[in-house]
């Protein structure tokens, strides 16, 4: 069938044959679009009736508040599925925008088909259902890992927390960071020029260093 691959590299689906996929492909009424990096997938207050899942590129999940202040809420990647947290809680609007950083490929699934379990009650949506529960705890956790970082009172502290938290996922100095600037200054919620203008005095004194996406944390000092 077609996409089967990508398909198959998704946590989604990776437990699926290709013939109980292709079943699920017909029940779940999919749709594949490839988007232009930019491009907008799903748009703010759009009403969920398809969820969309990326199987190939990554996208961005951006919310914009009634005063045009833009912030950057998550990173989706390849076999996430954007807006399951809303359509389960009965939401009938997306609160966010998602927008794809780079060529993206997505499959739309109906939302009532996806989350309803069917009359057969088959055992290949009992294990979407169960993959979709670990993915909502995931992004929980993803979202708490957010806040941690957005607690913090100075632009320093915050930078140091996600820089911190980021080094300790890819167990290295080293790591690259999934936002330019702009990004990440929107994800921290903080003054573009201010953060920009933090980094330069904490490269200066030797606390990280960093060229475009790529960081290295060579001491965690706050003072």
Do not use: W
């Amino acid at each position: 069938m077609e996409h089967f691959k990508e398909l198959s590299n998704t946590k989604l689906f990776a437990e699926i044959g290709e013939l109980d996929c292709q079943a699920m492909m017909y029940c779940f009424k999919t749709k594949f679009k490839v988007f232009s990096k930019n491009q907008r997938i799903i748009e703010q207050g759009e009403a969920i009736e398809n969820l969309p899942i990326i199987l190939k590129g990554a996208g961005m999940v951006e919310h914009v508040d009634k005063m045009g202040n833009i912030s950057i809420v998550l990173q989706m990647n390849v076999g996430d599925v954007y807006g399951i947290e809303s359509a389960y809680a009965g939401q009938e609007f997306f609160n966010d925008s998602l927008i794809a950083t780079e060529k993206t490929l997505v499959m739309f699934m109906n939302k009532h088909r996806l989350i309803t379990p069917c009359q057969n009650k088959c055992k290949r949506h009992e294990l979407v259902v169960k993959s979709l529960m670990q993915m909502i705890a995931v992004r929980n956790g993803e979202l708490l890992n957010k806040l941690t970082h957005m607690s913090k009172k100075s632009i320093r502290d915050k930078l140091l927390s996600y820089f911190s938290h980021m080094s300790a996922l890819t167990n290295s100095q080293y790591f690259e960071i999934p936002f330019n600037k702009t990004e990440l200054a929107n994800y921290l919620s903080v003054d573009r020029s201010a953060m920009s203008t933090e980094l330069t005095k904490m490269k200066n004194e030797g606390i990280i260093d960093f060229d475009k996406k790529e960081y290295r944390l060579i001491r965690n000092n706050k003072g």
